[in-house]
Structures are given as C-alpha cells and as structure tokens.
C-alpha cells in the first residue's frame, strides 16, 4: 500500500526536526509580530468577547490579560487578536496567515505541558511549513469555493505543529491530520457586511489543531488519507484534487516558510503594493486634480476586494475598509499610510478618504502573476487630462524586499504603545523572545 500524503507528511515531519534551526530566525520573527498584535488587540471589542465567551479556565497566557485559560483558549484567543487588524504575516504563493494560526497553538501546548524551546520551535517550523504549502497545493481554489485558506489550512499545519511539539508517533501523527481534516472550517461571508468572523478563523484553527493532536494522543483514529482521498481535504475544500509535490517535494529539507512576508500595512495582503504606489503618487500632484483613478488587478483577488465596487468604494465599517481596495488606496494618497489608525470607524467615514475612494476603479489585468507574487498598479486620470502611474512587482515585506530583524522589532514596539504597554515591558518581551526557543516557554509575566 502506497503511503498517503499525511503519513510522508510524517516522514518529512521526522527529518525536519533536525534541521528546524534553520527556521530560528523566521520563528524568532514570527513571535515578536504575533505577539506585538495580540497587546496591540487586546483591548479591542472582538478580543475582549473572545475571552469573555471561552469557559475554560487553566495554565496558560492570553498575551496582555490577566485571566489564565486552558491550552485551546489561550490559543484561540491569540489567534483571535494576533489576526484581528489583519495586520499579521502573510505568505506569497498562497495568501495564508500561518503565525497567526501557529504560534498561538504552540505557545498554548507549550505552557501546558511545559516542553522545551526545542521542541517548540520543531513544533512551530513544521505547521508553519505545511500551511504554507499547503496553500500552494490548489491555488486560488480554496478562495473560489468560499472558504478562508487560513482557517482550513491552518487546522491542518495546527494539528501538525502540535504533534510535532509533543513528539508523537508517526501514526498519532497521521490521526492528528486524519482528525484535524474533520475540525476545518470557515466560510468568508464576512465580505459582505465587515462582520468579526475572519478574526476568529486563525484562533479557531489553533485550538482545532490542539484538539486534534490530543485526540491522536489518546488513541483516537483520523482516514489515513485525509488530504488527498475522494471525500478528502482539498475535495472538500478547493473542490477536486492538487499538485501534492508542492507539499512533499522537499519538506522536511528545504523551509519554503521562511520567505514569509511581515506586513507593513493593517490591511489585506493583496492590498499592500497598491498602498505604496498610492503613497508615491502622492508626492507628484493635488489630491483635488485627480478625476479617476485606475488600477490593474488580478482576477482571483476581484471577488474578495474590488466587487461590489460601489461596496468597496463606501465601505460600511472600518473592518471592511481593510479588503476594500479602493478605501486603502484612498488612504495611500489622503493618509500616506494604512496603519492601525487608518481603520478607525470615525475614519471611515472621512469624506476626504470616501470622495477619493469613489474615484477608484479596476481593470482586469490577464496577466497578473497573482498568487505567486502580489503586485501594485495605480493610474491617475487628472482634471488636465494628464496622467500619472506606479507600478510595484511585489510585496515590500516579502521575500524579494523583506522587514528586517530591527523593522519586525519596532512594529513590534509600536503595537504594544498601540495596546497600552508600557515600554519597559515591551522591551522585556523582546529579551524573552530571543531565549524562547532555548528554554522553557513562560508567559506568565506577560499577564495582566
């Protein structure tokens, strides 16, 4: 009998872990942004509902609050915060947001059963880099059936990093996806109204994957051939199967995660190079001459950020704003940024940013190499009848312009002023966070 994709999975899980050091400063990375979101959420509305409907009590963190919760808590309410401002790591290949989904589940597992940093960061290279694969299995394809790549992938890498981190057997492994394949959920419906529900799909995710790891642990059996069977994961999800050598080739020996890209914007990945063609253009004419603006986008994005465009072009809340293409592109010229402060609802409602917004339109371009990379285009049309264009052939944070050590550290400075932290306590998060993966993870210090 041939071996299923989760049992090479498995395989190539085993080979990672001697070599998941290469992924140390990726991880590292991945910590500091993740956490730095969650204190700069942690006063918002959907964190404090998050906390406040979670039961369980028990041994672990909530990044910034006081109440200790169980593992499943913990890291569905990280994961909740870390992706609220959807202001948290993407991947170019497969719009994914694995620290979000990640490094919740494996500061969770990690404080309850109290593992090394070792294994730790095992656990957390290994989900990262089968999400991130993942998402490259059926390109687009996820997103045209109506589900949120993140939330069903990241169940998938969650269950996986966990398994990893606690060192189970190849079979519990295997049972983990096999379980965890049954745990995946999230529809993207929230593009119609900018309702809370994308926010939780990460969290969702990461406790999902620790449920399913303690399931296999326990002796509970998954389908072997979770990812690739007739009634299977990409089935299910992207309808029909995959190119599955996009997540074997290579795992286990070659990190495609650690091209991971940090955004410097709090709004959709596809978003970030339009925001920096609009702040150039900004520097070359009024904002009152402009008469239209144009911009070339790829066709899978169209669905999830350009249409309705009347929509997109008065967004009816500030989370909307964040996957309206035109009310960020807005926000490039008028603001110079979209940071936090950009997708307030008092902003929103700006008629500066909705008269611009209003202008904004966009043409089909065939060509678009979207997923593999995301690009930017912005057209002027001026009252004179001149015109002005920027183009960007990718993501700056990505893997052909990535943040630096130093950029992640002071986003990560920034979110925690954001949340109320005082400043000597960020300071104490980042000299923690560069010794967590050589001892145990405590985050007891970080309540409150």
């Not at 730095?36 to 406040?52: E, F, I, K, S």
């Not at 597992?109 to 730790?120: F, H, P």
């Not at 379980?179 to 900018?194: H, K, P, R």
Request: hydrophobic share 45%.
């Amino acid at each position: 009998m041939a071996a299923s994709v989760a049992e090479q999975l498995a395989d190539g899980a085993e080979r990672a872990r001697n070599s998941s050091a290469a992924f140390r400063e990726t991880a590292e990375k991945l910590l500091l942004d993740v956490a730095g979101l969650c204190v700069a959420a942690r006063g918002m509305d959907y964190t404090r509902a998050a906390l406040q409907a979670w039961e369980s009590g028990g041994a672990c963190t909530a990044i910034g609050h006081a109440r200790a919760l169980d593992a499943g808590g913990a890291a569905f309410v990280n994961g909740t915060a870390a992706h609220g401002e959807d202001f948290d790591d993407t991947f170019e290949g497969g719009p994914v947001h694995a620290g979000a989904v990640i490094v919740p589940a494996i500061l969770a597992i990690s404080e309850r059963e109290k593992l090394s940093g070792a294994d730790a960061l095992r656990g957390l290279a290994v989900g990262t880099e089968i999400m991130c694969r993942g998402a490259m299995v059926a390109p687009k394809r996820i997103h045209k059936a109506g589900f949120h790549p993140t939330a069903v992938l990241g169940t998938m890498g969650a269950a996986a990093a966990v398994a990893t981190a606690l060192n189970l057997k190849k079979e519990a492994f295997v049972n983990s996806l096999g379980i965890a394949g049954s745990m995946a959920s999230g529809i993207i419906e929230y593009l119609t109204d900018g309702s809370w529900t994308k926010r939780l799909h990460p969290g969702w995710a990461a406790q999902s994957g620790i449920r399913a790891a303690d399931l296999a642990r326990a002796g509970f059996v998954g389908p072997r051939t979770v990812f690739e069977g007739t009634h299977g994961f990409y089935y299910a999800f992207a309808r029909g199967p995959g190119d599955f050598t996009k997540l074997l080739d290579g795992f286990g020996e070659r990190w495609v995660a650690a091209s991971i890209a940090f955004k410097p914007y709090a709004c959709g990945t596809m978003t970030q190079p339009y925001v920096d063609c609009a702040r150039r253009l900004a520097k070359k004419l009024r904002l009152d001459d402009i008469a239209e603006v144009v911009c070339e986008a790829a066709e899978g994005t169209v669905h999830r950020l350009w249409e309705p465009l009347a929509g997109k072009q008065r967004p009816p809340n500030a989370y909307a704003a964040k996957f309206s293409q035109p009310y960020c592109i807005a926000a490039g010229f008028v603001l110079g940024h979209a940071g936090l402060d950009a997708f307030t609802e008092e902003r929103v409602r700006d008629e500066r940013l909705r008269s611009l917004a209003a202008k904004v339109r966009y043409e089909i371009d065939p060509d678009n190499p979207y997923p593999d990379e995301f690009t930017g285009h912005v057209r002027v049309r001026l009252k004179d009848g001149a015109t002005l264009e920027e183009r960007q052939a990718h993501m700056r944070g990505g893997a052909r312009e990535p943040l630096t050590r130093a950029d992640i550290e002071e986003k990560f400075r920034l979110n925690c002023a954001y949340g109320g932290w005082p400043a000597q306590r960020a300071e104490e998060f980042l000299a923690s966070a560069k010794r967590a993966f050589d001892s145990r993870i405590d985050l007891g210090p970080f309540r409150e």
